[in-house]
């Protein structure tokens, strides 16, 4: 009798509806992800500021769709007054208090600088949007001014991201 009652026992609990609660799947930290700035000091003699535009624009598409991909991130828009948000517009409590309100959990801000023909600075910084603390704050330079060479920095930097510890 007693060499029955173990398997008894778990064929029960095998077949025994579960009673527990399933466990909820952690949700990402929220964030808001405000447009960089760009400044082109490199003195060129070619208008560039179409084509950096629409670089910048693709890459604030990339990044943000990047981010919202995984698991560790959810992308959410925040309000400013007046848009569209900026960080030459509003300054960054500002920021830091429309994040909060779209209900971010980090403020991710930024700006790309062209300082000649070759090199590109990205500045960017994560900001806590509860305590206004600064979780990230890199200078990342990259080479180049082609669709390529801003698709490798985009890409570079939201591995760089992604690699922030939960909060």
Same mark, same amino acid.
């Given at each position: 009798?007693?060499?029955?009652?173990?398997? @008894?026992?778990a064929?029960?609990? &095998? /077949?025994?509806?579960?009673? *527990?609660?399933?466990?909820?799947?952690e949700? *990402?930290?929220?964030?808001?992800?405000?447009?960089? %700035?760009?400044?082109?000091?490199?003195? !060129?003699?070619?208008d560039?500021?179409k !084509?950096? !535009?629409?670089?910048?624009?693709?890459?604030?598409?990339?990044?943000?769709?990047?981010?919202?991909? *995984?698991?560790?991130?959810?992308?959410?828009a925040a309000?400013?007054?007046? %848009?569209?948000?900026?960080?030459?517009?509003?300054?960054?409590?500002?920021l830091?208090?429309?994040?909060?309100?779209?209900?971010?959990?980090?403020?991710?801000?930024?700006?790309?600088?062209?300082?000649? #023909?070759?090199?590109? &600075? $990205?500045? @960017? !910084?994560?900001?806590? $949007?509860? #305590? *206004?603390?600064?979780?990230?704050?890199?200078? /990342? #330079?990259?080479?180049?001014? #082609? %669709?390529? $060479? &801003?698709?490798?920095?985009?890409? /570079? @930097?939201?591995?760089?991201?992604? $690699?922030?510890?939960?909060?």
């Open positions: 009798m007693r060499c029955l009652l173990l398997p @008894i026992l064929a029960g609990l &095998w /077949f025994a509806p579960s009673c *527990g609660i399933a466990a909820e799947p949700q *990402g930290a929220a964030i808001a992800v405000i447009d960089f %700035d760009y400044v082109d000091t490199s003195g !060129e003699p070619r560039q500021s !084509e950096h !535009e629409a670089r910048l624009a693709a890459f604030m598409d990339a990044l943000k769709s990047d981010l919202a991909k *995984g698991a560790k991130f959810r992308v959410v309000a400013c007054r007046p %848009d569209p948000c900026s960080v030459q517009g509003a300054g960054v409590p500002a830091v208090a429309a994040a909060r309100e779209a209900g971010a959990d980090i403020l991710l801000i930024g700006g790309v600088h062209k300082m000649s #023909t070759l090199v590109q &600075w $990205a500045k @960017i !910084e994560a900001i806590d $949007a509860r #305590t *206004g603390r600064v979780l990230f704050d890199k200078l /990342f #330079t990259f080479r180049g001014d #082609t %669709d390529e $060479a &801003w698709q490798r920095a985009e890409s /570079f @930097i939201f591995g760089e991201l992604a $690699a922030l510890p939960r909060s």
